[in-house]
Each structure stands twice: as structure tokens, then as C-alpha cells.
């Protein structure tokens, strides 16, 4: 599973730019990498794990601003296309899921 976070956060007084700051921070300490200013994105090996980072993400919001959170399965995250320009990038290695027996 992958975990997408999408939020427009105000900035428009020191407060509320410390507090955004602060919200960014939470999600790369939780380990989330920025896919774009406002987008970040996460792998999560279980339904269980990302149960854990959607709580960690519940807690982390400011009190303004809006935050949406989406799960998407590894097959769809496949399904990605990534444009720089007009020219298709590759997609980054999936993360490989750890199989206990």
C-alpha cells in the first residue's frame, strides 16, 4: 500500500507558516518523501502499518488548512506515469514486501 498526503496549508502569518513547517516535518520524520511542495508519499508494508501513519498524520494537522490522505494498492501505484516536461520518467524502485512464513 502507499500513502499519499495532499494539504494546502495557510501561510500567510509567521504562526502559520511555522505551523505548516512543522506538519512537513512531522511527515518526513514519519518517513514520507515529498513528491511535490504540497504532495508527500509513503510505502506502507501492511493495512496495519498504514493504520499506524494515518494516525501519526491525524495528530501532526494544524488547526487550518486542508489535508487529504489517500491509499492506493502497489498495482495501482504501478499504473503511475511521470512526466518532467514532455518527456516520461521512470518510475523509482517499488519497495520489495517482506513475506514471513
Known amino acids: 500500500m502507499w500513502l499519499f498526503v495532499f494539504f494546502d496549508l495557510p501561510t500567510n502569518t509567521k504562526k502559520e507558516r511555522r505551523l505548516a513547517t512543522l506538519f512537513r516535518k512531522a511527515l518526513e520524520?514519519?518517513?514520507f518523501t515529498m513528491m511535490?511542495?504540497?504532495v508527500y508519499i509513503r510505502h506502507c508494508p501492511s493495512k496495519e502499518n498504514m493504520t499506524v501513519h494515518i494516525n501519526r498524520i491525524k495528530t501532526a494537522i494544524p488547526p487550518a488548512g486542508h489535508v487529504c490522505i489517500l491509499?492506493?494498492?502497489?498495482?495501482?501505484?504501478g499504473?503511475?506515469?511521470n512526466f518532467w516536461g514532455k518527456v516520461?520518467?521512470?518510475k523509482g524502485n517499488?519497495?520489495?514486501?517482506?513475506?514471513l512464513f
Open 88 to 90: 516520461e520518467q521512470k
Open 71 to 77: 491509499s492506493v494498492t502497489d498495482k495501482q501505484y
Open 36 to 38: 511535490q511542495y504540497s
Open 94 to 99: 517499488i519497495p520489495q514486501q517482506l513475506e
Open 29 to 31: 520524520k514519519d518517513g
Open 79 to 81: 499504473e503511475t506515469l
